[in-house]
């Protein structure tokens, strides 16, 4: 049995139909615990982000999401898509919309109870996230659930989400644009070409990375906040050139999505083994890739939301659910659609073994836009190499505040593990896509699990917040 195989096999289990109920359960009984915030108050959310925070904390309440959006705004959003649909068809997407909403109300819940139950330190630092949601919020005797969570956060960083499947995603992006053909190869290993685009590309982030990631937190939020607005306005308006050349073709591809969500047509002959494998794969895919992307429910946007600047912990609930609107009703949502568009005459989708990745978002691109495609590439590359990099700096923050935890604030361990993320950044370009995707999905569904638990526990501390902050607080 191949490595990939066996990964398989745990993502299966992991993934599996109880997960997938954990996850959209949580999402429904926090938007009824909140009584729908993100539709009755996703306008005062984007209010909410440019104003001006007081109280305690470290960072800004826009510090806060740019960094939060620049670990969700990443290869999940061009590659995680491509794969979602490779592997789960078009209808995937339309369970990455599906718990995208559920999980609007899952980030605000979870971002809110991680300032609520943050730690101040005694040299006034502060730390909070999921461990400390449950240490505090379910006791102490829940504590190995806290821990358990912090183990499957730190390792995520360092094997999955954080390293590997970005700088993976770099690296594809960059010779797809540079050596699409393979032709200058560096070396071989294990029967695999790595061309010098490959290495030296890797190379080149790897030092990036490095010299930001050995500067902390507020070199981390610095770059974040002038990085990310900058590559959404970009990708975004590369999606709407693309949706608007196209738009006669939205409706067809809608419904294409739809269909495939839900097996219509194979259903209509009989094939229910089929359908419902069919369906229970894009439910699969596009939840587990929707996660990878938006981070609802994972738990690690709350780290990036704790050190903020406020006393008030629903006001930084709600700037951070506009992140999951942002990263999978938006971004998401382009890159979909455009490799639906591009695919309705050929199915590009169907063929991942010749098409893998970005090469199948930028061969879709290419289709719906036209012309000789190198300038698409190239848009592409930039693109995905900024949403990646920051993505890399981000998880590493997330999987520090872990390890601190983990340690009691070990600072000489968290120091060392630097160097490990960034030995993992180092060798992540010679994985496979499908291997380092799977890795990640694994993480992810091993963080979601511990963090959902807690979130439903606690879903009655949620609504009594809430409703107390717009009681006092009617109108912004």
């Not at 009984?29 to 915030?37: D, M």
């Not at 699409?180 to 190869?185: D, G, L, S, W, Y």
């Not at 937190?217 to 770059?223: G, P």
């Amino acid at each position: 049995m191949s490595f990939d195989s066996i990964l398989n096999q745990i993502d299966d289990i992991v993934w599996g139909l109880p997960t997938i109920i954990l996850i959209l359960a949580t999402g429904l009984i926090l938007t009824i615990a909140a009584r729908g915030i993100q539709f009755s108050k996703l306008g005062r959310a984007f209010k909410g982000i440019f104003k001006k925070n007081e109280g305690a904390g470290e960072l800004s309440g826009f510090s806060a999401l740019c960094t939060a959006l620049s670990a969700t705004i990443g290869t999940g959003n061009i590659v995680g898509v491509a794969t979602a649909i490779a592997a789960g068809g078009p209808g995937a997407l339309f369970w990455m919309w599906f718990a995208a909403i559920l999980g609007t109300a899952t980030k605000y819940a979870e971002c809110m109870l991680a300032i609520k139950y943050r730690e101040v330190k005694e040299d006034g630092h502060i730390l909070g996230g999921p461990f400390y949601t449950i240490e505090k919020g379910m006791g102490a005797k829940w504590k190995w659930l806290a821990v358990l969570f912090a183990v499957f956060g730190a390792l995520a960083g360092l094997l999955g989400i954080g390293t590997m499947t970005q700088i993976n995603g770099i690296t594809s992006a960059v010779n797809n644009a540079i050596d699409p053909e393979a032709k200058h190869i560096a070396f071989s290993l294990l029967g695999t070409d790595y061309t010098y685009a490959t290495v030296i590309g890797g190379l080149i982030v790897t030092v990036c990375v490095a010299l930001v990631v050995l500067g902390g937190l507020k070199r981390i939020s610095k770059v974040a906040e002038k990085v990310v607005p900058a590559m959404a306005i970009i990708y975004i308006f590369l999606g709407l050139s693309v949706l608007i050349m196209n738009a006669t073709h939205i409706p067809a591809a809608f419904g294409l999505i739809f269909k495939s969500a839900f097996g219509f047509k194979a259903l209509a002959g009989g094939a229910c083994g089929y359908v419902f494998k069919q369906v229970t794969d894009a439910m699969q895919k596009g939840i587990a890739r929707g996660i990878f992307s938006n981070e609802a429910g994972l738990g690690s946007a709350p780290i990036a939301a704790a050190p903020v600047q406020t006393n008030e912990p629903v006001e930084q609930g709600l700037v951070n659910m506009t992140g999951t609107v942002i990263d999978t009703l938006i971004v998401c949502t382009m890159t979909g659609l455009a490799i639906v568009i591009g695919g309705m005459s050929n199915g590009l989708w169907e063929n991942p073994e010749n098409l893998k990745g970005v090469a199948l978002t930028a061969a879709s691109f290419n289709k719906v836009l036209g012309g000789d495609g190198h300038s698409v590439q190239f848009l592409l590359m930039l693109c995905l190499a900024f949403f990646a990099f920051t993505t890399i700096l981000g998880w590493d923050y997330y999987s520090e505040k872990c390890l601190e935890y983990l340690t009691g604030g070990n600072m000489g361990i968290v120091k060392g593990f630097r160097w490990l993320y960034i030995l993992a950044v180092l060798i992540g370009p010679y994985f496979t896509v499908n291997a380092v995707f799977t890795i990640a999905d694994i993480f992810n569904g091993l963080m979601a699990i511990p963090n959902c638990v807690a979130l439903i526990v606690l879903a009655g501390v949620v609504a009594k917040e809430t409703k107390s902050y717009f009681e006092r607080f009617p109108k912004l």
